[in-house]
């Protein structure tokens, strides 16, 4: 089984930055696409980004193209969220989770989650 724990969540100002970070229990960390989902408020979570095992592929939502960066060290069983130009809409829970399905976007695909860190996005 695989444990998963978010950190790097807060407070920040519309047009700042933050960056998660999520680490892994398992040694078999690097056998896994990683992937960031989100959650606000009354509505259902979100695909934010996922990478391949290697990291060599990337994908991303259209809502965060172009402001977040998914990233991962598999030396350090760890995997990255660099978010910039954060906006109001921003505003969720973000969760990282594992899975054995290349680039999975569907969060039924996933089989281990982390419990959340709140990521607020002040107007």
């Known amino acids: 089984q695989v444990q998963l724990v978010e950190s790097g969540g807060g407070l920040v100002q519309t047009g700042g930055s933050l960056r998660l970070s999520c680490a892994a229990s398992a040694r078999t960390f690097s056998r896994y696409s990683m992937g960031w989902f989100r959650q606000a408020p009354g509505k259902e979570r979100a695909f934010v980004a996922v990478?391949?095992?290697?990291?060599?592929?990337?994908y991303y939502a259209d809502s965060v193209k172009g402001r977040f960066t998914i990233s991962r060290d598999n030396a350090k069983n760890t995997v990255y969220l660099q978010m910039n130009s954060l906006k109001p809409e921003d505003t969720a829970v973000y969760y990282c989770a594992s899975s054995s399905t290349v680039a999975a976007i569907s969060p039924a695909l996933y089989l281990y989650w982390g419990q959340g860190t709140q990521v607020t996005v002040s107007s």
């Open positions: 990478s391949s095992w290697s990291g060599d592929y990337t």
